[in-house]
């Protein structure tokens, strides 16, 4: 039986005349690294404001850990670790006062020596260390992302869910996020919101996109990558145009994008049917003046996958 | 999660107030020390203002200078309180940190609990410490027998028509007095618990705030417009101020536990409202 930090089941919300959710259905397994991915406005940050009970659903049900967000939201937010996106704390709380509070309203017990080495060890692990003792109101947008970070963590959490934690970060900040939502996934389910691709490649085994306020694809990232077909590299010199014509008719070909290298002339063919290739060469082949000089398959990045499930429909 | 982890962090339950004292820590240190230093400044500039002018004390004006400035402090305070409290709720929605804090395993009547308490806190101090920071200076001044007032030096201050202000030149004994402290202190909370309540049914912070002097208007033109029948009210604690202050004695208990059920009772309204808030 499978296991899932997070169900959702048929959500809906409407903000009067704006559908932001619609029947939006998703499973997050337990100890995943899941990136949630969609467009702005697609329903990512309101599906995050459901789980954590901070909006109610028009209708559905959602459920953290195994608790209704709806009756038992209390018990499920006490095991989750969550980073609004553009988080605003306290402004009268330094660094270390902001954490040291995230874990005093986690645990209910004062403030002890434990708990105070631990929100230490935290500040380390987001290299916020040297800055414990200055204003959160002072911090720049990555630093503030990192105390978020911390904050979100400090209770050790079962669940660790992140709306956007690489925005606004610089290449650095980035690259150490992306780290530390690898390292926090070893023994726990990170469910993250983002819009860069290449992390989600990097770090994530499962991806969910929304477009519309709908899922329009879930599942581990490998099943994602070959579910929405295989990309073909070829090479070509002398006259293509009636060669472009020929293949782009096809119906298996759901896109072709070309480009120059120097006197070479570079496709990379997306194809919908993963025995495409032995009907693509012979195509390739015929006619005349034109010469194949490579052809091999390529690996189907997440980003033209994200781009055929949600960027075609954007500009339908 | 980590046993040990379990041990440090995690405490099981689901009452609606969990978190509340750590809340409530945080929102004393709104008030402590920034707001309660404004409202004792504030208090303290009401009284310089008005007793500087040592040449009217020397002519014994202790009376309507009493008056004059507790009067004057009180309005500051409920002012002060009004000012303070608009972005209370709202401001917090607008910014984002209440979405950031509800997302912790906080429950939303503690919020809104810990905000009402620390406010209640934080104004009664000021006033209290504002109030018998200045007790001694009138006692003083009283012993010194400035105490004594006439109609036609009054006319000095103020060219307003005078009833009979004798009355004022003696000072309250210290009962009365701090009778008339918590009675500021209870109208400060009152009003506090009506900002918070505007906090969550408004959208607008300058609503809140416009609301909140309409409040302050209320409650002192009620007084002086039907004062007998509004005795067992919030308007009544402006009477215990007022007469105080002419040496009548007038009983603090029913307007008081009046104010404090129908402060308690705003507050709970402003929690149930809190509870069915979308904080996206």
């Known amino acids: 039986m499978t296991n899932y930090a997070i169900e959702a089941r048929n959500l809906t919300k409407r903000y009067r005349k704006v559908q932001a959710l619609d029947g939006l259905s998703l499973d997050v397994e337990a100890g995943s690294i899941c990136g949630f991915l969609g467009p702005n406005g697609a329903g990512k940050s309101t599906t995050m404001k459901v789980l954590m009970g901070l909006i109610r659903p028009t209708g559905g049900h959602a459920f953290a850990l195994g608790n209704d967000v709806a009756t038992a939201g209390l018990a499920a937010r006490s095991r989750i670790g969550y980073l609004p996106q553009d988080p605003v704390f306290p402004a009268q709380l330094s660094v270390r006062g902001l954490v040291t509070y995230a874990a005093r309203l986690h645990s209910g017990h004062p403030v002890g020596r434990t708990l105070r080495r631990r929100v230490d060890d935290m500040l380390d692990r987001v290299g916020m260390s040297d800055k414990a003792r200055r204003r959160v109101r002072g911090l720049s947008g990555g630093e503030r992302q990192r105390v978020g970070i911390a904050q979100a963590l400090i209770s050790d959490p079962d669940l660790v869910i992140l709306d956007e934690p690489s925005a606004g970060l610089d290449p650095v900040g980035r690259r150490a996020m992306i780290d530390l939502i690898a390292d926090v996934g070893r023994d726990k389910t990170v469910f993250y919101s983002t819009h860069i691709l290449d992390d989600v490649e990097q770090v994530s085994d499962s991806v969910v996109m929304v477009n519309h306020g709908t899922v329009v694809a879930q599942g581990p990232l490998s099943s994602i990558l070959q579910a929405t077909g295989q990309d073909y590299v070829v090479g070509l010199r002398g006259d293509t145009a009636d060669l472009k014509g020929r293949v782009s008719s096809q119906p298996w070909v759901s896109g072709l994008i070309t480009r120059s290298r120097g006197s070479l002339e570079e496709w990379r063919i997306q194809v919908s049917d993963a025995t495409a290739a032995s009907r693509l060469l012979p195509i390739l082949n015929s006619g005349t003046g034109h010469s194949v000089v490579e052809f091999h398959a390529s690996d189907r990045r997440l980003e033209d996958a994200y781009l055929e499930m949600v960027g075609a429909d954007r500009d339908s | ?280």
């Open chain 2, 1 to 280: 999660m980590t046993a040990e982890s379990l041990a440090l962090v995690q405490r099981q339950g689901s009452s609606q107030f969990r978190g509340f004292l750590g809340l409530l820590r945080v929102e004393l240190r709104v008030w402590f020390p920034w707001r309660f230093a404004v409202l004792i400044v504030a208090g303290v500039g009401v009284f310089v203002s008005i007793y500087l002018p040592w040449r009217l004390v020397e002519t014994n004006r202790l009376g309507p200078l009493l008056y004059f400035s507790l009067g004057l402090w009180m309005a500051v305070i409920l002012i002060g309180t009004i000012s303070l409290m608009e972005g209370t709720v709202l401001g917090d929605i607008e910014r984002g940190t209440a979405s950031w804090l509800v997302g912790l395993p906080v429950g939303r009547p503690a919020v809104i609990s810990a905000k009402f308490v620390a406010s209640a806190f934080g104004l009664s101090a000021a006033v209290l410490a504002t109030g018998l920071l200045f007790y001694p200076l009138y006692r003083s001044a009283s012993e010194l027998g400035v105490t004594d007032f006439t109609v036609e030096q009054l006319g000095e201050i103020t060219t307003s028509p005078i009833g009979n202000w004798g009355a004022f030149a003696t000072l309250p004994g210290l009962g009365s007095f701090l009778s008339m402290l918590l009675a500021i202190a209870l109208l400060a909370t009152f009003l506090a618990a009506l900002m918070i309540l505007f906090g969550t049914l408004l959208r607008s912070r300058t609503a809140v705030f416009g609301l909140g002097l309409v409040s302050f208007g209320a409650l002192v033109g009620g007084w002086f417009a039907g004062r007998e029948a509004l005795e067992a009210t919030p308007i009544g604690l402006v009477g215990v101020v007022s007469e105080g202050l002419q040496n009548r004695a007038m009983a603090v208990n029913a307007p008081a536990i009046a104010t404090l059920v129908l402060s308690c009772s705003l507050v709970a309204l402003a929690v149930w409202r809190f509870q069915r808030k979308e904080l996206r």
